[in-house]
């Protein structure tokens, strides 16, 4: 097996996501760019996404680690457009483009229109949430996206085993669509709730961080694998465990969570990376074989499909919007007012990603029967150009567009205050435990001990209300900015002396590496005290 080709993918894709890091374009587009731009270049291998690969092997991780950072009370309280989203909108848009692509190709069957329309319904979960973090988004503004991009994929991939099996001549009906969707999306939700607390509770009994970050990195696969085994939805399963588990974190060991926000950020980024590149490299392996589409009618078609992705999202999501506060009392009552700016920013960022295009290239090349599956190569490619264009299109302009709609984003000084009230809470609680611990005889200590608690209970109490002080004339920082710096240096000059002590064999690199270790931990409390 030759694993350069993997070792370029993931090297070069790392490299152009940490140079997007510096530059106004959100990483996904500029890694489709660049997939776009290498992949016609002489010596670049031929990358295909391999379904068999993307579905059960990248999509859990991605899934797991976008589920166990969204907020499930956040979601709880905006379930209805969630759900109006991620399936009413992913069926809607399924027949809508299905129907669509029917009458704009000729020649092309209903159930293959259909297939490609439950192939580019899903937004994807990447692209929409990374914009949104990057320009500031009002928080149900993100939630909404969030949460829809978590669950569409479950409901495209169930229309599109219905829509293929009608295309390949299986006899697939609208009650029994209906059934396996249900099925699915039951079975999945079901799966999940069966494994999340014995997971929890491995979770929370292993005592090494080793093991539990083990555990940690089978989690998603091993939702996604029983969930399919079962003949439900692995997406759902995923979603759900992962959820509950980041509800329930902080049940888990503090060198547990440290250890696993590291891995997780490094496993998130490689395989966010690497997908958004295969996508722009992809462009050989879907221009080959287009035959009689090829030319200006693909490009015409390429266009339209595009055009009615874009415009039934917006036909979808402001009738789901306004509607049903108008009609129920209960809604208006219960649920913020909606504006229209807001409704047209999640219009708006309906982007495509690499679920399609793998859902895509699963497409069968015969049906029963022994012929070719009808237009498959032309979905492949209006597949693509979807994907490209909702990415360049509609990424591109969504920052420009929330700035120029002046939509209300996160207010620092806010959340700054209401964080630094919860933590003064926190800490009057903890000072009164504390009090009550060094009275009991079991727990006496010395007096400079006992003062270096409370003083650790005081700065770190101190610490939030200092980032709403004045700065520092000379350097411009405020109070947790110095103190950061100062920590950092003292430390470094510790570092230095178990250093030195080690190269003139005073100590060995075993005892280093323990005393390094301890540095590093209180460095890092110390940042995240001033952060």
């Known amino acids: 097996m030759n694993v350069l080709p993997l070792l370029m993918l993931v090297a070069g894709s790392a490299a152009v996501a ?10 996904p587009l500029m890694l489709v760019a660049a997939g776009l731009a290498v992949s016609y270049l002489p010596g670049v291998p031929e990358y295909t996404l391999a379904p068999d690969v993307v579905l059960p092997l990248v999509l859990p991780p991605l899934l797991y680690t976008a589920a166990a950072d969204s907020s499930y009370l956040d979601l709880r309280a905006q379930m209805r457009p969630v759900a109006l989203l991620s399936v009413g909108y992913v069926l809607f848009a399924t027949l809508v483009v299905g129907w669509a692509a029917y009458l ?3 020649d092309l069957p209903l159930t293959a229109a259909l297939v490609l329309g439950a192939v580019v319904a899903p937004p994807d979960a990447v692209a929409a949430t990374a914009v949104a973090r990057r320009v500031g988004l009002p928080s149900r503004i993100t939630t909404i996206l969030q949460g829809e991009s978590l669950v569409n994929d479950a409901t495209a991939i169930t229309a599109f085993k219905v829509a293929l099996a009608a295309a390949v001549g299986e006899g697939a009906t609208w009650a029994g669509g209906v059934r396996e969707f249900a099925l699915a999306a039951v079975g999945g939700i079901a799966v999940g709730l069966l494994l999340m607390m014995p997971i929890h509770w491995l979770r929370t009994h292993l005592k090494e961080a080793l093991l539990q970050n083990t555990l940690s990195l089978l989690i998603p696969f091993a939702a996604y694998g029983a969930a399919e085994w079962a003949h439900a939805s692995g997406v759902l399963a995923v979603v759900v465990v992962a959820l509950y588990l980041g509800y329930h974190n902080w049940q888990v060991d503090f060198a547990t ?6 891995v997780w950020r490094m496993v998130s980024f490689v395989l966010e990376s690497a997908v958004f590149a295969l996508i722009g490299l992809q462009l050989p392996v879907v221009l080959r074989g287009l035959g009689e589409y090829e030319g200006t009618s693909a490009a015409w078609y390429a266009l339209a499909v595009f055009v009615v992705v874009v415009v039934s999202r917006f036909v979808w999501v402001y009738p789901a919007t306004f509607l049903p506060p108008l009609l129920f009392r209960r809604i208006r009552e219960r649920e913020e007012n909606p504006t229209w700016k ?3 920013v999640i219009g708006w960022a309906g982007m495509r990603g690499v679920v399609s295009l793998a859902v895509a ?3 069968p090349r015969t049906v029963h029967g022994g012929g070719p599956f009808p237009g498959r190569n032309l979905i492949l490619f209006l597949t693509f150009t979807t994907v490209i264009g ?3 299109v509609q990424g591109l302009t969504l920052p420009p567009l929330i700035r120029l709609l002046g939509l ?3 207010d620092p000084q806010t959340e700054t205050l209401v964080e630094a009230n919860a933590q003064a809470q926190a800490s009057r609680a903890a000072e009164r435990h504390l009090d009550e611990l060094l009275r009991d005889e079991r727990n006496a200590l010395p007096p400079p001990l006992a003062d270096r608690l409370r003083a650790v209970l005081e700065r770190r109490r101190n610490a939030v209300w200092e980032r709403l002080g004045s700065v520092n004339p000379v350097t411009g920082e405020t109070a947790d900015d110095t103190y950061r710096r100062l920590s950092r240096e003292v430390i470094g000059a510790e570092r230095e002396v178990f250093v030195r002590l080690r190269n003139h064999r005073y100590i060995d690199d075993e005892m280093l590496r323990t005393l390094l270790r301890r540095l590093d931990l209180e460095e890092a409390a110390a940042y995240r005290e001033a952060a």
Request: glycine share 10%; no cysteine; aromatic share 6%.
């Open 104 to 106: 704009i190709v000729p």
């Open 342 to 344: 807001g409704t047209f």
């Open 390 to 392: 909702t990415l360049v």
């Open 408 to 410: 209300p984003g996160r």
């Open 361 to 363: 290239f699963s497409i």
């Open 257 to 262: 969570r440290l250890q696993e926000e590291a």
């Open 18 to 27: 940490g140079a997007a890091r510096r530059t106004p374009v959100p990483a």
